[in-house]
């Protein structure tokens, strides 16, 4: 048997938090055996769909262009985290950029490079 707590907190009327054991089964084939193999997979794929949606609000939220969100979509795995750079071009990310935006990134980029470098310099005198 796997219990496990599952807490959820109300933050509207009436405002209450309540604590239950649950058994979800301790691995893949617990769970088929107590819910069924359509079960198991109607929640996965529901759970991914969520999260696949979240990658997308995430191209959204980068201004990314439909076909950069469909590379990062691509890029993604369910259940391992998305890598920030993954199906990210960064050079149409900058180019999308105004002026002074830009000019602020070059500034940054610079200052970290000078940074990068002044500590390779500190270990190539060690």
Not at 4 to 19: H, W, Y
Not at 86 to 97: E, S, T
Not at 110 to 115: E, G, S, T, V
Request: aromatic share 6%; charged share 30%.
């Amino acid at each position: 048997m796997a219990l496990e707590t599952v807490t959820k907190k109300r933050t509207r009327d009436p405002e209450r938090e309540v604590s239950v054991q649950f058994d979800f089964g301790e691995n893949l084939e617990a769970m088929v055996a107590f819910f069924g193999a359509e079960v198991v997979h109607a929640s996965a794929k529901g759970n991914m769909r969520v999260r696949c949606q979240s990658v997308i609000d995430g191209g959204i939220g980068k201004n990314l262009s439909d076909e950069e969100i469909q590379r990062r979509v691509t890029a993604w795995k369910p259940g391992v985290s998305l890598e920030a750079g993954a199906g990210y071009d960064p050079l149409a990310a900058f180019n999308r950029m105004g002026e002074e935006e830009k000019a602020s990134f070059a500034s940054s980029i610079a200052a970290a490079l000078r940074k990068e470098n002044a500590a390779s310099s500190e270990e190539v005198e060690e």
